[in-house]
């Protein structure tokens, strides 16, 4: 064994460690899915029709079995190959928010059933990442924080992992108070609008997706919304409200639910 897969099998020894019981694991870019039925068994669930990903199924049985686990083959669901790029894209995406279906917390409840669909994301903290040239950047950390119903305890996801579990529906939003003067009233809501949603609202001006309240479309910047101004700061206007990053940029609908009630 070379000292490159020496390396490999070192790293996958953990990674299987590490791996709950029942948790799926999608290698990048593979084409394979894997389940981990026991300590000592995982089960190939889906492969695609091809040969380079059977040859690494292959090596990746033989790397398994080096490390004393045992790989049950002989159900996989097979998947066609992709025809294009963009279907291999899309393919692997589906594969992966397929996967992301069975994400769950230590206790066994998953990610899915904490209702996710009532969480907005939550601005963390500024962080200075250090780049290759020396030179330092700040980025914006953001979470989504939903509560665990079971054990009463919130957890933690990375945005883009919500992305996955919930799609663009629910990523494209955030929330931000309708009154500088009341931090925690987070009533306005702004929902990211595609291309041929835009067309429509502009050609007529409509409310989307049977929303109701202020019917106002506005640009989102990073640090400013069309037609916000000083509701973006606190009272005495030192403290700019957080736009989370994948949100400049973007066309959306503004909705007070606060006027619902």
């Known amino acids: ?12 020894r953990q990674h299987t460690a590490d791996v709950s ?5 999608m290698p990048e870019g593979s084409g394979l899915t894997y389940v981990k039925e026991d300590d000592k068994t995982w089960r190939l669930t889906h492969m695609i029709d091809d040969e380079s990903v059977e040859s690494g199924h292959t090596r990746m049985k033989t790397l398994l079995w080096d490390i004393g686990i045992n790989m049950i083959d002989d159900e996989a669901i097979m998947r066609p190959a992709p025809t294009s790029e963009h279907e291999a894209h899309a393919q692997e995406l589906h594969m ?7 994400w769950a917390d230590t206790d066994g409840t998953r990610l899915v059933d904490m209702d996710l669909e009532n969480v907005w994301p939550e601005f963390v903290e500024d962080k200075e990442i250090l780049l290759d040239n020396g030179d330092t950047t700040t980025m914006q950390i ?8 079971n054990t009463g305890e919130h957890l933690s996801i990375d945005p883009d992992d919500y992305h996955l579990l919930m799609g663009d529906e629910y990523f494209m939003r955030f929330r931000l108070r309708s009154s500088k003067r009341d931090e925690s009233a987070l009533n306005d809501e702004y929902y990211a609008l595609s291309r041929e949603e835009m067309i429509e609202y502009v050609d007529t001006n409509i409310i989307f997706n049977g929303m ?24 005495d206007g030192t403290i700019p409200v957080r736009i989370p990053p994948w949100m400049w940029g973007t066309y959306c609908k503004n909705i007070d639910s606060g006027e619902e009630e």
């Open 1 to 12: 064994m070379n000292e490159q897969d020496k390396q490999l099998v070192e790293w996958l």
């Open 142 to 149: 953001w979470a989504y924080k939903p509560l665990n119903p």
């Open 21 to 25: 019981v029942g948790g799926m694991w």
């Open 212 to 235: 109701s309240g202020t019917d106002q479309g506005c640009a989102v910047g990073s640090t400013a919304i069309q037609g916000v101004g000083d509701r973006l700061h606190t009272d």
């Open 96 to 102: 992966k928010r397929e996967m992301a279906q069975q």
